[in-house]
């Protein structure tokens, strides 16, 4: 399984982004698939969350601003992002399992989410 990410940047505070992942070598016919984001010296957090059915949550940090989509005719996820404000300056990742079991749950719990597969990262700089 490989999950390339694309799209980071430098950016003006309320300004958009859009980034992407391509997803290879599997066919998950359930999958969660997410978006997180660590900041230097802080805690990576989940930022949103889709699974095969099409079901979406977001962390309340981003919610009305960020959205996420997969179109799974061509293995990619989406992570549209709009308003953008400084703290969302980040290195955001891409990550995908092959069960929908707890997905929607992810952004709002405390414990580190289980995904099995990650890519290697976009670099997404807000400035104000």
């Known amino acids: 399984v490989q999950l390339v990410e694309s799209g980071g940047g430098s950016v003006q505070a309320g300004g958009s982004l859009r980034l992407s992942c391509a997803a290879s070598?599997?066919?998950?016919?359930?999958?969660?698939m997410g978006w997180f984001r660590q900041a230097p010296g802080k805690e990576r957090e989940a930022v949103a969350v889709?699974?095969?059915?099409?079901?979406?949550n977001y962390a309340h940090s981003v919610q009305g601003r960020f959205a996420i989509s997969a179109d799974n005719a061509k293995n990619t996820l989406y992570l549209q992002m709009n308003n953008l404000k400084s703290e969302d300056t980040a290195m955001y990742y891409c990550?995908?399992?092959?069960?929908?079991?707890?997905?929607?749950?992810?952004?709002?719990?405390?414990?580190?989410?289980?995904?099995?597969?990650w890519g290697q990262g976009t670099q997404v700089t807000v400035s104000s």
């Open positions: 990550a995908t399992r092959n069960y929908v079991a707890g997905c929607l749950v992810v952004p709002d719990s405390p414990t580190p989410p289980l995904f099995g597969y």
């Open positions: 070598g599997y066919d998950f016919r359930r999958y969660c």
């Open positions: 889709i699974d095969s059915d099409g079901k979406t």
